[in-house]
């Protein structure tokens, strides 16, 4: 069986768009983390950053309002989030799951007039050098400048955490907000501004789903991929690079489902359709397995309300 | 001036009349939103919340979906009492459904009074497996249930799916996506004629009263209530913390596996595709408005099952899309959730002194 090379590197670059959404999300959601909060609500955010995209893109006609209206439209859901969280010291959990039960339903409700409807096409970069090198030209040539943003975001988050003042500002709120309190930070401020981030990149996420990946509007389309986000960012230890990776093992399982189909493989789809949050349960248990490493890698206050006296 | 004080103690009254006050808040924004969207507020409000009860049938048809809420809501109220985060019940209803339908489905040709019992035992079992999946890699393997948890309802569904499509399917169903029709004797009886209420609402008040008996009489409940309140505490006093996670798992399991026989056994009389408007998660909701109180689940469960057949209605006679019930759940929620705030705080009023 002779495989033509280029045909690898087209399934590699399938691989990495379905991973784009994953990628983004997860990284939104780590800097949320890092600073100690936990917002379930990704699947939320990103449901509303398809249909505002989507919305946006019919409505206006302009691709470049689209995409920031659906960052905005993350923000803004994220901001009743942040409000209920940190300025009224609700539970987060709780909390995160309201706002994904809201977000499905009023997306759903927003997009009634938008099923059915065709998308438009999103422009690439470099597609003329398309056919230059074999194997590499698919993978690196001719995606959305979205795709090229998402895989560079975990190597920029990686070192805003690391190596910039304001990353290490982030860490010490997520880690210990009393001293970083007394050191006087406003860590109230420092965790609005990250649940906000993150919502954006919910929003983009969401919107290169509906905008690009899809492209057009399906009810619930986001299909618990928030979920899977939430899930790569314990498999990532808090790393945003293995955020990179474990995304790609996601988007290769979506992938192989359709192969797997293609070819003929005799396995009920729906079993090929569970693979994904099946890997993902195992993934989990494996890694947590050792709760010594997770309890070191795990920001110190996740999930955990700070309030200060005044 | 308006001053914010933290209050010495929570406050009791407030703690029950919040999810009052969040419901309230909520009908006013839905309001608003209903203004938004172009339709009359009132008259939007009036089809959503007074016209689907305003009759014997609508009644029964309240009752019926508060039923498997009310259900699941008191399992889930054992695990977030004592801490514990399932957010999979959906995921435990479907597959409770799944092992009841199949012992169903094995009498489906026969008659006796000894196989309903058979099939609502299998449901209860078939939530508990499943529970029992993140409670053990919780408990053993240190693995985050709300994920977990989660990930379980997507597999449960896509479980059903392939049965319903491929091995369960009816034989005479011309490829549908069912399976037969159960028989008679494995259907929950119906309580009036020509109304679909039925006698799961007897499991579902016998849950409120067991559950009543080990919140307040039993050291089981004072355990989960110590745990909910500091985990550290539980293990100082030496409880057995993994046994009682596995315990609370089983329960809530059993519960929703209950809903999901009382959702096939009734109304469906088969399995196919649907079996639960995401009751499950909807569960999550009417057990914090019903402030994990046996009695306020009950209350609660009937406020939260009028938003679907509110959207049902509102539907039908507005042409305001179904999914307003679901935003609706969300807003309780947040109203519930930031109303809280009352009961740590409280406003003082101060005079302008110069």
Redesign the interface.
Known sequence: MIVDINFVGLIIASIMASAVPLILASCGELITERSGVLN?GVEGMMIIGAISGFALMTVTGSLIIAVFGAMLAGVLIST?FAF?TQT????H???G???T??????S??IG?NFVGIPGKEFPVLFEGLKDTIPLLSPILFGHSIVFYFAFALPFITSYFLKKTKIGLIVRAVGDSPESASNQGINVRFVRYACILYGGAMCGLAGAYLSMIYTPQWIENMTG?RG?IA??LV?FSTWNPIKILIGAMIFGGLTIIQFHMQAIGVRI?V??L??LP??V??IV??VI??D?RK?RLSTPSSLGKSFHK?N | MIKIV?RDQPSKAIFFFTPVLAIFLTLIAGGIIFYI?GFKPFEALKFFFIVPIADKYGFSELLLKATPLCLIAIGLSFCFKSNN?N?GAEGQLTFGAIVSGGVALLFYDQEGFYILPIVILAGAIGGMIYASIPAI?KTY????E???S???V??SK??L??LV??PWSNPEGFNFPETRQFSDSARLPLLFEGLRIHAGIFLALAAVVISWFVFYKTYLGFQMKVSGFSLKTAKYAGYKGKKMIILVFLISGACAGLAGVGEITGPIGQLHREVSPDYG??A??VA?LGRLHPVGIIFASLVVAITYLGAETAQIFMQI?K?????????I??FL??S??LL?FKFKFIGSKK
Do not use: H
Request: without cysteine; charged residues 5%; aromatic residues 18%.
């Open positions: 379930l009743i209920l009224l010291i609700t539970n959990v709780a909390t799951l309201a706002l039960i809201f977000g499905i339903g009023i759903a409700m009634k618990g979920w939430l899930a314990v009920p729906q079993f359709t569970a949050y099946i993902t349960i989990l248990v947590s397995r709760s997770i006296d | 933290k969207l985060w957010i890699l393997f240190n693995t985050n709300i994920l977990v989660l990930m379980l997507y597999v896509l479980i799916d392939y499509v491929g998660f909807t999550i909701i914090f899309p999914y307003t019930g679901q935003v609706f759940q969300g807003m929620l947040f959730l930031a809280d705030y740590f």
